[in-house]
């Protein structure tokens, strides 16, 4: 195996999720995570969601790929080792509040000097710069800041947050694409920079044109539950069974044969049903239609019959039909990882397939501290030497 980021070595200071997920997408790929946390207070998230035997399964999840080493950074000889650490690394990942580096003696002037061609990624929620900079920020304030709650939810139901970190989520992967574009710049110059990641700007990204509808229309988007302005039927449907399928029809095509698969062939005459906004207009009449067709009929034969017609539909499943789903044991979406604690645990695999240098996850979360001798060695300290730093509460 020969994976992409084979020979990358990248020094992780941050917690809880967007820089611990970016870290371990580099990671999937054969990136060298060494992850820092402080002696006292480890990474939050290794005490996140439910838990087995007192380990947290989301660290998990999140902690896979990485060596793990204990570090108090804002002391002296703490500052001192990072900066012999980033020395030999090609990336840096942080997420501490705009100035806690610089307060500490190492922020990315003094990090260049150790070490010019290093790549500092610095994740904050609300940028490095402007008047909010130096406010504490999560993803829950990006999804409420970025429009998204605004546009999620029923029309008369309150604004919807998503019941896990989607912001933070979607900035690990602007995160983790914004090191591999400063990296090739380096390959270039030779020199490397610092990415201002602020959270409530990636997740933006994602929301479509809303800035130019409202630049050019003034309109804004309200909340439409799972309805679509730009096309209809899109909703989900409760099935005989209690279960529930979704269906989209973004193409005139798709559309059409819905409605005649569910006895409304007389609908597509319509003049208002040849565009996506006009049936949009039209919702509450093709929901109607779908929804009775769908109610008399179990969920298989739902997703049968769409099958055969060619319409577009997908059962809404929770992580019981993902792991059981054909499709994803084909994909190998799922994999069993060896952990320390429990000898193995399933996760997400890596969220892609490359034929010639393919990605694995190689091990689950390590404990807190497990290879901080490992790495204190490799970067020339005695024995004597990381003895005293252990008791000093550096380490």
């Not at 580099?26 to 998230?45: I, M, N, R, T, Y």
Request: with cysteine; net charge negative.
């Amino acid at each position: 195996m020969n994976p992409a980021l084979n020979g990358v070595r990248v020094v992780e200071t941050a917690t809880l999720f967007a820089g611990p997920l970016a870290t371990a997408f580099l990671g999937d790929f054969g990136a060298d995570v060494v992850k820092v946390e402080h002696p006292a207070k480890p990474d939050p998230s290794r005490g996140h969601g439910p838990a087995k035997d007192g380990q947290g399964l989301w660290w998990k999840v999140l902690g896979r790929n990485k060596r793990t080493v204990t570090l108090d950074l804002s002391a002296a000889e703490g500052a001192a080792v990072l900066k012999r650490l980033v020395a030999g690394a090609d990336v840096l990942v942080e997420n501490f509040r705009p100035g806690t580096l610089e307060r500490w003696g190492i922020g990315p002037e003094v990090l260049h000097e150790a070490n010019p061609g290093l790549v500092i990624a610095r994740i904050s929620g609300f940028g490095q710069i402007g008047p909010y900079a130096r406010r504490p920020g999560f993803g829950t304030l990006a999804e409420a800041m970025s429009g998204f709650a605004a546009a999620t939810g029923e029309p008369d139901g309150p604004p919807t947050l998503p019941p896990f970190g989607l912001a933070d989520s979607v900035t690990a992967l602007a995160t983790a694409y914004a090191v591999m574009l400063a990296l090739h710049a380096r390959q270039r110059t030779g020199a490397g920079q610092v990415v201002d990641l602020a959270i409530i700007e990636p997740i933006m990204a994602m929301l479509g044109p809303q800035i130019t509808w409202y630049d050019q229309l003034g309109y804004v988007q309200p909340r439409r539950g799972n309805r679509s302005d730009n096309n209809a039927p899109r909703n989900t449907y409760r099935c005989a069974d209690g279960r529930w399928v979704a269906v989209s029809t973004s193409a005139l095509s798709i559309a059409e044969r819905v409605v005649r698969l569910v006895g409304r062939p007389d609908l597509v005459a319509q003049p208002w049903f040849a565009t996506g906004s006009g049936r949009a207009a039209h919702a509450d009449e093709l929901d109607a239609a779908v929804a009775a067709w769908v109610a008399a009929r179990d969920r298989d034969e739902v997703v049968s019959a769409f099958e055969a017609a060619e319409a577009a539909v997908a059962p809404v499943y929770d992580v019981r039909d993902i792991l059981a789903d054909p499709q994803y044991t084909a994909l190998g979406t799922a994999v069993s990882v060896p952990d320390d604690d429990f000898g193995a645990v399933r996760m997400q695999n890596v969220p892609f397939r490359m034929s010639a240098t393919p990605g694995a996850i190689r091990h689950a979360g390590r404990a807190h501290g497990q290879d901080t001798v490992e790495v204190l060695r490799s970067l020339g300290y005695t024995a004597e030497e990381i003895e005293g730093l252990r008791e000093r509460g550096v380490i």
